[in-house]
């Protein structure tokens, strides 16, 4: 979680130095980053990029805790599973990873010992060593909730807290700048009329998804049933279901 206090003038500068030199190597002049982490740090981003529009897609709580459990545990989640091609598996792609990504300059970067850390359990998990990996925005008190909690509940605070921070910051006075809220399931389904205000949102011309729109549409009239068990969903409930319930997930 990052706040204001931790930006200084050169901070600003050398991040907006890095984005522009990505849009320049890329020769592009529309930048979408979408860094699940920042949901914890909307205040700070928004302190520095104050003209960027900001989206937030909002998300059954309960699918995303049982996602981020499995990423936890360093496995693939259902949608990877379903639109990798049959043959990939995560430890070829994570083996892929290290041998074409890296050369032996890198190795020992800052940059790839903090991949290690995931890439690890990745491995030991397909070699039927379960190992739980450090995965998602890390809040405040994480590690003593994963220490003293079950890891369905770690993800539910995930959640909750992510979201709510969000929200909270769109709502204060501190903030003056462009948001928009859409739900996760309504993209998953195609909703046009509420993809048509995200595009209105950001000013980017809809012709060029529309018809990709209509095809996922097609292909997914509703949600992917959530598989969880009422073990699960007793744990989840004790720290998200108030937060349900306000965004209209319970009735």
């Known amino acids: 979680m990052l706040t204001p206090d931790h930006l200084t003038d050169e901070k600003k500068r050398w991040i907006k130095k890095r984005f522009r030199e990505y849009l320049k190597g890329q020769k592009k002049e529309v930048l979408l980053e979408k860094t699940p982490s920042n949901s914890l740090r909307f205040e700070f981003v928004y302190n520095i990029f104050p003209d960027a529009k900001f989206v937030h897609i909002i998300r059954d709580g309960r699918s995303v805790a049982l996602s981020a459990r499995h990423r936890w545990r360093g496995m693939q989640t259902a949608s990877e599973s379903k639109f990798q091609h049959p043959d990939s598996d995560v430890t070829k792609t994570t083996r892929e990873?290290?041998?074409?990504?890296?050369?032996?300059?890198?190795?020992?970067?800052?940059?790839?010992?903090?991949?290690?850390?995931?890439?690890?359990?990745?491995?030991?998990?397909?070699?039927?060593?379960?190992?739980?990996?450090?995965?998602?925005?890390?809040?405040?008190?994480?590690?003593?909730?994963?220490k003293k909690m079950e890891l369905i509940e770690v993800c539910a605070l995930q959640w909750k807290i992510c979201t709510e921070s969000v929200i909270n910051f769109s709502k204060s006075d501190r903030f003056e700048g462009e948001y928009f809220e859409i739900r996760y399931e309504d993209v998953y389904t195609g909703n046009e009329s509420s993809i048509k205000d995200l595009f209105e949102f950001t000013e980017l011309p809809y012709e060029n998804v529309e018809e990709r729109v209509k095809i996922w549409r097609e292909k997914h009239q509703s949600p992917s049933k959530i598989s969880m068990s009422e073990e699960d969903l007793h744990l989840f409930n004790k720290h998200g279901w108030y937060l349900m319930k306000s965004l209209g997930y319970y009735s």
């Open 97 to 146: 990873k290290i041998e074409d990504k890296w050369n032996l300059k890198e190795i020992w970067t800052p940059r790839f010992i903090r991949e290690l850390n995931y890439i690890v359990p990745l491995y030991l998990n397909n070699m039927g060593w379960k190992q739980d990996s450090v995965w998602g925005p890390l809040f405040p008190g994480i590690w003593d909730a994963y």
